[in-house]
């Protein structure tokens, strides 16, 4: 791409350090601007429409320019544009919010604690743990079990938590005491002949393994996604979880099912935690929760965790935690109506309705000669690349990546996976051009490839 003098790409390589982003990269090619949206579409800045087959961060489940988000920001901002919900104040949108969540939580839940992004969730929780710990009397109960390519954020302990190196490299992490175990990936972690049920479980005996070593009373909590995201988008694979907490009660571990991209109906349940069975003790929510129109994360957690913690408070005088604009009212106004849409059109149901035929094109190209695995479940999936002599691991992802946008369609490479996560206002018709598409860009790539 030529960079055109003054344009917003020649400015924005002038004025901004991106995300997720090789700096120098960018400095050279320029990134693609993105100017508007209208339901699974989004257009760039020279009038091209895309499909948004990754919903921005997995997490635009109303698709763009929905109106009704739009008019209960504007209405909450007339009326009461920004409070806090410190030292003893509130309003309605976080109270209404938390009122929701609470008759929503698919176990029971006791309180909810807001905050503005995944990453802040779970950096939330993990202090409300330590805390937890020094109100119950056991100190030493602080170890966090995470896995390795879970994704939980990039705060200094979520990003410890995440189990990616490109997270914890040149940034001195992870912090002492975060642990991970066997990541749930069948074909990529299984031994030679292991079947599914022997691996599942190894990955339990993996995890006590690990509990063991540490000592059990050492060990505060395990966190996991039901599925996997941003490590590649990994569905564990049958009696996983079951196992999993098995070990948990054994030791009396808690778990933080991190729903922040699973939750508001993208597994075809309202939570992953329904489809997977997990029993949590923390949720932490987001991207959905508002369709990220604004930012905003949550956490349900239960009376085993607030009961100390509220005692803790009391001991102290207060709970020495929060962020300005935590539980903001225009967010939680936003998020409100966006649940409201989320039920009134019934997207968890559409979700259900077409994830087999989601699913069933996806599987389909597992059998194209560069690919090697499809995984999938709800609305969300990613087809792995095989990898290719001459290219180092990861390599092939962005080029393809790049190939399918050409043509219209935004994934997301992951490694050499391509992800996709379509927004729950998604039809068949829409999904069929999306593997339409996908399916040229493969016989494409292949050509160039040869
Ligand atoms: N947890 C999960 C499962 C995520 O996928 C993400 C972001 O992709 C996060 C946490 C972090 O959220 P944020 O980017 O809002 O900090």
């Known amino acids: 791409m030529t960079v055109q003098p003054n344009s917003v790409e020649a400015r924005d390589q002038a004025y901004q350090l991106h995300s997720y982003t090789n700096a120098r990269a960018l400095e050279r090619d320029g990134a693609l601007v993105i100017e508007r949206g209208e339901g699974v579409h989004v257009y760039d800045n020279n009038g091209k429409q895309y499909i948004e087959a990754m919903s921005g961060l997995w997490s635009v489940a109303v698709g763009f320019g929905e109106k009704r988000l739009v008019e209960a920001a504007t209405r909450q901002m007339s009326k009461l544009p920004y409070y806090h919900t410190f030292t003893g ?3 309605g949108p976080s109270v209404d919010l938390a009122e929701k969540l609470i008759q929503m939580a698919p176990v029971p839940m006791s309180k909810v604690h807001f905050t503005n992004s995944g990453s802040e969730a779970n950096d939330t929780a993990l202090k409300m743990i330590w805390y937890r ?6 100190p030493e109960k602080k170890k966090i079990i995470s896995r390795i390519k879970g ?3 990039v705060t200094i302990a979520s990003a410890s938590l995440t189990g990616l190196p490109n997270n914890h490299r040149s940034f001195d992490l992870p912090l002492a005491g975060i642990f991970h175990t066997t990541c749930p990936h069948y074909r990529v972690f299984a031994q030679e002949n292991e079947t599914e049920e022997a691996f599942v479980a190894r990955c339990a005996q993996d995890l006590e393994d690990l509990i063991l070593r540490e000592g059990p009373e050492t060990v505060a909590a395990f966190i996991g996604e039901p599925v996997m995201g941003a490590g590649g988008v990994i569905v564990p694979p049958a009696g996983y979880w079951e196992a999993i907490q098995t070990v948990l009660r054994k030791y009396d571990i808690l778990l933080i099912a991190d729903e922040v991209i699973c939750g508001f109906g993208r597994t075809g349940e309202m939570f992953g935690t329904q489809t997977f069975g997990l029993q949590p003790d923390i949720m932490t929510l987001s991207k959905q929760l508002s369709s990220s129109y604004q930012p905003i994360s949550a956490l349900l957690i239960n009376e085993k965790v607030y009961e100390p913690l509220a005692d803790e408070s009391a001991k102290i005088g207060t709970f020495g935690h929060g962020y300005t604009a935590s539980g903001h009212p ?7 109506e966006n649940l409201a849409i989320i039920e009134e059109r019934d997207l968890v149901g559409n979700a259900r309705t077409l994830s087999p035929l989601f699913l069933k094109r996806l599987k389909a190209l597992e ?6 695995e499809a995984r999938g479940v709800g609305l969300i999936g990613a087809l792995e690349l ?3 002599d001459g290219f180092a691991l990861g390599q092939l992802g962005p080029k393809f990546a ?6 219209g369609v935004i994934g997301r490479a992951i490694g050499d996976s391509i992800a996709l996560c379509p927004p729950l206002i998604i039809d068949e018709h829409q999904i069929g051009t999306i593997f339409d598409t996908f399916e040229a860009s493969l016989d494409a790539f292949q050509a160039q490839l040869e």
């Open 402 to 407: 790049a190939l399918m946008l050409e043509k």
């Open 133 to 138: 710990s020094n109100a119950l009397g056991k």
């Open 330 to 336: 225009v967010a939680a106004a936003v998020a409100l």
């Open 386 to 388: 095989k990898p290719r």
């Open 89 to 91: 104040r509130t309003h």
């Open 367 to 372: 059998s194209h000669p560069i690919a090697i």
């Open 151 to 153: 994704y939980h954020g």
